[in-house]
């Protein structure tokens, strides 16, 4: 069984960079064809994916936020991390991290972490 742990501070100050970890157990974030993604819930919306970082380690983004988000990872640790700049109360949600099994034929996220939840505000 796979499972997804996400920790990092739940207030984050206007303008900081907010960072969340992703604990990984039951299977290595370097194993194929798994994408490890952050996904957020703004209050009352739907879903938002920000972005992914493949078992190669390569990353991929939501156009909307490439500017100020960087995803990555300590293999040591199995652990991926989101890194996402100059926040603002508008980035106010609840964070999950993801693992999806994506080929070139299929995409479907497998496992989830339980979110935890980053105000944003002074």
């Known amino acids: 069984q796979v499972q997804l742990q996400e920790s990092g501070p739940g207030l984050v100050q206007p303008s900081q960079t907010l960072s969340l970890s992703c604990t990984v157990s039951g299977r290595s974030i370097t194993t194929g064809p798994y994408y490890w993604s952050w996904v957020r819930q703004l209050p009352g919306k739907e879903l938002e994916w920000l972005g992914a970082i493949g078992y190669a380690g390569d990353t991929f983004y939501v156009p909307s936020l490439k500017s100020r988000t960087s995803i990555s990872r300590d293999t040591s640790k199995n652990q991926f991390t989101l890194q996402l700049a100059s926040v603002t109360p508008e980035d106010t949600a609840r964070y999950y991290c993801?693992?999806?099994?994506?080929?070139?034929?299929?995409?479907?996220?497998?496992?989830w972490g339980q979110g935890t939840q980053v105000t944003v505000s002074s």
């Open positions: 993801a693992c999806e099994f994506r080929t070139t034929r299929d995409r479907k996220y497998e496992f």
